[in-house]
């Protein structure tokens, strides 16, 4: 399967300030990018979807200016969570896509955010 | 709307064979896939499924009918480090993007 790498895979934060996670396709160039987060012992939900070069595209609910996505380049996408609070905390997960491989979804080993 | 069910536990015993349901209704279709996830680790691909009928891989066999919205995923001969939760989802278009269930927790006991 594809190698897909997160980090920080695990962040402890006081509420208010802002972390970055990042998402690289070791092995593949990813045209798509999708974020999930997952809530303790619930499903994942997808956050957004961002395609490299262009603005991403956020699912109803998800503030857009609170979740900054950045899908700069083909192997490397970041989501920044803003002005973190406790509500926040929770798995996010990327999953990163090529034009090919729509039957092969590889997640992202996850990055565990808990804000205090 | 967009609706996916599964049973949310299930208890099995080691080197038995146990069966996840898992029923859809969607706006479209474009392939439904399993994945196995661990507590604290993120979910790992198990199977793909787009067309009707029964893909098997190893212990894992996966089904699909898509006139009735419902697949399952079979595991045979059950092993202690199957104990996880099973998540069905669907895929609703072609634009790559996944809809999940809520998730199996499925307890393999010896």
């Known amino acids: 399967g594809a190698v897909v790498s997160q980090h920080p895979s695990r962040v402890i934060c006081k509420s208010g300030t802002s972390v970055k996670i990042e998402c690289r396709s070791l092995d593949f160039q990813a045209t798509t990018m999708f974020w999930y987060r997952q809530f303790p012992k619930k499903s994942l939900m997808l956050m957004a979807t961002s395609n490299e070069g262009s603005k991403a595209t956020y699912e109803q609910g998800v503030e857009k200016d609170k979740f900054l996505i950045n899908h700069a380049s083909l192997t490397l996408s970041t989501l920044t969570v803003t002005s973190a609070h406790p509500e926040d905390s929770s798995f996010y997960i990327c999953?990163?896509?090529?034009?090919?491989?729509?039957?092969?979804?590889?997640f992202g080993p996850g990055t565990r955010l808990t804000v205090l | 709307g967009q609706n996916i069910d599964q049973p949310t536990e299930m208890t099995a015993t080691e080197g038995a064979i146990v069966q996840i349901n898992c029923t859809y209704q969607t706006s479209g279709f474009n392939g439904l896939f399993w994945y196995q996830q661990h507590a604290g680790e993120a979910p790992t691909f198990l199977s793909y499924?787009?067309?009707?009928g029964l893909e098997e891989k190893g212990r894992f066999s996966s089904f699909l009918s898509r006139s009735k919205g419902y697949s399952y995923l079979l595991l045979k001969e059950l092993q202690m480090k199957d104990s996880a939760s099973y998540l069905c989802?669907?895929?609703?278009?072609?634009?790559?993007?996944?809809?999940f269930g809520q998730g199996t927790t499925l307890q393999v006991k010896p």
């Open positions: 499924n787009v067309l009707d």
């Open positions: 999953v990163p896509q090529s034009r090919e491989g729509y039957n092969e979804q590889f």
């Open positions: 989802a669907v895929g609703p278009g072609n634009t790559g993007k996944l809809i």
